[in-house]
């Protein structure tokens, strides 16, 4: 059930008193826009988890916010702000995947392929781990603030391995028009990465590194708990190059419902 307000949220829980309240704050698999807009399918983990008769959520996800942003400045006093207005069982995050492989950063941790370099020599792995410790510090930063509201506890997952592609986000299904040319390969040719084999094994092992800092955090914290849906997705289940399509994202959904309830 969707939320969209405070005041909005404490009238479904009196309607619903056995409902588990959740705060959602992420990215685009929080927010992906439905391919007709308002008239398409589920487009993201948020939308099918609305279907949940005992889920009332109040969304807080944007698109493209990176998990350092969403963790510092005024997108945390936000986030404080929400928690203090109602006592939420959940807090649901989905944050990290643009900290590395958004068009921001991914470019920041290629090394230009040379002849005798194999795929790994293609990855900074200096950079890489400066970018990692930032995600780690923000979960764990989100975890100590969570400490502060003794009964949320936090859900957040780990994000499946995306094939490379030139898909970027298209508006409406139909239309052949899209938005860019995706956000990891266009980077990795211009680092002339050109073999495929290649270019997967370099982005499964960056959203690889990702997973095990969050499973990392799971064990460090009680009050957190990461769904691992990593491995869920096969090549059928992708909308564009970052985003599983409606069927993807409700394969996920399930698994972070299952955890949830």
């Known amino acids: 059930m969707k939320a969209e307000s405070i005041k909005e949220l404490k009238y479904y829980k009196n309607k619903n008193s056995k409902a588990l309240t959740i705060l959602a704050e992420g990215d685009s698999w929080f927010d992906y826009p439905r391919n007709m807009f308002f008239l398409g399918p589920?487009?993201?983990?948020?939308?099918?988890?609305?279907?949940?008769k005992d889920l009332i959520i109040y969304n807080m996800a944007s698109n493209g916010d990176e998990a350092v942003e969403?963790?510092?400045?005024?997108?945390?006093?936000?986030?404080?702000k929400a928690l203090e207005s109602y006592k939420f069982d959940i807090l649901l995050f989905s944050g990290g995947g643009n900290d590395i492989v958004g068009g921001y950063d991914f470019n920041?941790?290629?090394?230009?392929?040379?002849?005798?370099?194999?795929?790994?020599?293609?990855?900074?792995?200096?950079?890489?781990?400066?970018?990692?410790?930032?995600?780690?510090?923000?979960?764990?930063?989100?975890c100590e603030i969570a400490k502060d509201y003794?009964?949320?506890?936090?859900?957040?997952?780990?994000?499946?391995?995306?094939?490379?592609s030139k898909t970027g986000?298209?508006?409406?299904?139909?239309?052949?028009?899209?938005?860019?040319?995706?956000?990891l390969k266009v980077y990795l040719t211009e680092k002339k990465i050109y073999n495929y084999d290649d270019q997967k094994?370099?982005?499964?092992?960056?959203?690889?590194?990702?997973?095990?800092?969050?499973?990392?955090?799971?064990k460090k914290y009680d009050n957190f708990t990461v769904v691992d849906t990593q491995g869920t997705l096969g090549d059928k289940?992708?909308?564009?190059?970052?985003?599983?399509?409606?069927?993807g994202f409700e394969l996920i959904s399930q698994k972070i419902y299952k955890a949830l309830v």
């Open 108 to 142: 920041f941790i290629l090394n230009e392929k040379k002849d005798s370099m194999k795929w790994k020599d293609c990855i900074n792995l200096e950079r890489l781990e400066i970018k990692i410790d930032q995600i780690k510090s923000s979960y764990k930063f989100l």
């Open 169 to 183: 986000f298209k508006p409406i299904k139909f239309l052949p028009t899209t938005f860019g040319d995706g956000w």
């Open 42 to 52: 589920d487009a993201n983990i948020i939308d099918h988890l609305y279907d949940k």
């Open 150 to 164: 003794p009964n949320i506890k936090i859900v957040s997952h780990t994000y499946d391995l995306c094939p490379p």
């Open 70 to 80: 969403m963790l510092s400045g005024e997108n945390k006093f936000k986030l404080i």
């Open 237 to 247: 289940h992708w909308r564009d190059e970052l985003h599983p399509n409606s069927v």
């Open 201 to 218: 094994n370099i982005i499964d092992y960056i959203l690889k590194a990702l997973r095990e800092i969050l499973i990392e955090i799971d």
